[in-house]
């Protein structure tokens, strides 16, 4: 069994920063791509960044140069270091890992999610 973990999120005020964490644990062979998607309120989720296991990085048009991917592959985590932030930022930021379980096939994995609120 896989779990993913996040952590990170929280109120901050427009201007600051926020550093999302996700770690994958459990029954894992191999990982593949690490990344992050959005869900603002009423809104379809959204793709935000993401982290090949080549070390190619793809973000979205409205993050690049505010927000950085990186990861940790000895952990199995993937950050997310968000500056910047913007009201319209707020969301529900969901990390989705694809990766290989040790028993089946590779699919794609989501963690829980974790509210990031950025309001004065």
């Known amino acids: 069994q896989v779990q993913l973990v996040e952590s990170g999120g929280g109120l901050v005020q427009p201007g600051g920063s926020l550093r999302l964490s996700c770690a994958a644990s459990?029954?894992?062979?191999?990982?593949?791509?690490m990344g992050w998607y959005r869900q603002a309120p009423a809104k379809e989720r959204e793709f935000v960044a993401t982290?090949?296991?080549?070390?190619?990085?793809n973000y979205a048009d409205s993050v690049k140069g505010r927000f950085t991917i990186s990861r940790d592959n000895t952990k199995n985590t993937v950050y997310l270091q968000m500056n910047s932030l913007k009201p319209e930022d707020t969301a529900v930021y969901y990390c989705k890992v694809v990766l290989r379980p040790r028993v089946g096939v590779p699919s794609n994995y989501w963690g829980q999610g974790a509210q990031v609120t950025v309001s004065s």
């Open positions: 459990g029954s894992i062979f191999s990982i593949n791509t």
């Open positions: 982290f090949t296991n080549g070390g190619i990085t």
